[in-house]
């Protein structure tokens, strides 16, 4: 991978410099080595040691992966251990029943993932039983990323390659004091020239715990951090505060819709409840004979003079689904053009009361979807950016 000259080389911008001075950052001294054997020492006394560390086994490693995506890494651990008795090779899984899968993997959330899972190892097999052995060649499997990619390829077979979750971009961003907000290619390519070739497992193991143990989102403990000599941000609490989750700053300022422009144009506002119930997603399809007929989308409607974002959405999801709201969590706002006026969307993530009792009162079928199937439906062209949104929350595509 190369390195990005975009994102390495670039002088703290102002947003940088505003969160803080980078100074005196060389003026205390190491203990003679590099930055890799100095963190690989702090490693072999205070790594966390996980049981999936000990195996060079892919599938192991890649359950692991999976497992641990947005789960703390102390719950992963019993889940583990009675996943592997259960299903202790890629055979084991991808043989066993959706019933089986989805017991074992109960607790854990979003099941959509195991059956991802299963879908990889039944590949596997299907090809033969080999595992792919490189970044590229492992995305080709069902429900992998360049995250789990990336993980599977250094963790099973020592590829040299970096592993970066948010726990490793806060680490580097702080050391480094790189400029915010860190893009996701910037990071890889900066942590990617700094992997250790003689031991890639043990640096991307030794950084993760790093993140994840001393040098955390909500507080960084630099006087016990083995990089403490060389970080750019040690003891500053307004770079650390500024840092805590580097790549959700990232996200924060992708602007899913249209900027807009033309001020006296129009604005109409629309409220949309993206509802939630065990993994899935609930969807209607438009009337046939309405306008947009035959697309899918999501409850909602247009807010009236004066009304309140979440009184709005419990009025328009029991108009259209008999269904009463017990929360809406703001998600996402954004805007789509017409010629003759501008929408603006107002997109809460909702859970009900009844979600068994809903009804299809004001379109033709309503479905419950996993994610995967959310990303594909056909939807209006004003509606793409939610699924675009889903498609970066579920790490899909
Ligand atoms: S010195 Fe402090 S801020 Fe810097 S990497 Fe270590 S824990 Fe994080």
């Not at 900066?190 to 994840?212: E, F, S, T």
């Not at 004979?289 to 009304?307: D, F």
């Amino acid at each position: 991978m190369k390195r990005s000259a975009k994102n390495i080389n670039k002088r703290p911008n102002k947003k940088t410099s505003d969160v803080g001075q980078v100074s005196k950052v060389n003026d205390r001294t190491s203990d003679g080595g590099n930055p890799q054997s100095e963190l690989l020492k702090w490693y072999a006394k205070s790594g966390r040691p996980l049981p999936w560390r000990t195996t060079r086994n892919p599938y192991r490693i890649l359950v692991s992966e999976v497992m641990s995506q947005q789960t703390q890494i102390e719950r992963v651990i019993p889940f583990y251990l009675r996943f592997m008795e259960l299903f202790p090779d890629e055979k084991a899984l991808a043989a066993a029943s959706t019933d089986a899968i989805h017991r074992a993997w109960k607790g854990l959330g979003y099941p959509s993932r195991v059956e991802r899972l299963r879908a990889a190892c039944q590949v596997v097999l299907a090809r033969g039983g080999g595992w792919p052995d490189t970044v590229e060649t492992l995305q080709e499997l069902p429900g992998i990323g360049p995250y789990t990619a990336g993980a599977v390829a250094c963790f099973a077979f020592a590829r040299v390659v970096p592993v970066v979750d948010t726990n490793v971009a806060r680490v580097y961003a702080r050391r480094d004091n790189l400029p915010l907000p860190l893009d996701r290619v910037g990071i890889w390519s900066h942590v990617a020239v700094q992997v250790d070739p003689k031991d890639p497992i043990k640096y991307n193991n030794a950084l993760m715990d790093l993140g994840a143990t001393v040098c955390t989102a909500r507080v960084a403990h630099c006087e016990i951090c083995p990089w403490e000599h060389r970080c750019a941000s040690r003891g500053n609490k307004i770079i650390q505060d500024a840092t805590a989750n580097p790549l959700k700053v990232a996200s924060k300022k992708v602007n899913y819709g249209v900027e807009i422009k033309n001020k006296k144009k129009p604005r109409l506002h629309i409220v949309l409840a993206l509802i939630h119930h065990e993994e899935r997603y609930l969807v209607a399809r438009r009337k046939k004979n309405s306008h947009m007929g035959g697309y899918w989308e999501l409850p909602g409607g247009k807010l009236e003079k004066g009304e309140d974002h979440r009184i709005a959405i419990a009025r328009e999801v029991s108009e259209e689904l008999g269904a009463e709201v017990r929360s809406a969590r703001s998600i996402m706002s954004f805007h789509h053009e017409y010629d003759d006026r501008y929408l603006t969307f107002h997109l809460y993530r909702c859970h009900l009361f009844n979600p068994e009792a809903v009804k299809a009162l004001a379109s033709d079928e309503i479905r419950w979807v996993t994610p995967e199937e959310f990303v594909e439906l056909d939807f209006p062209p004003a509606n793409k950016p939610i699924q675009a949104r889903m498609a970066k929350y579920h790490r899909l595509g």
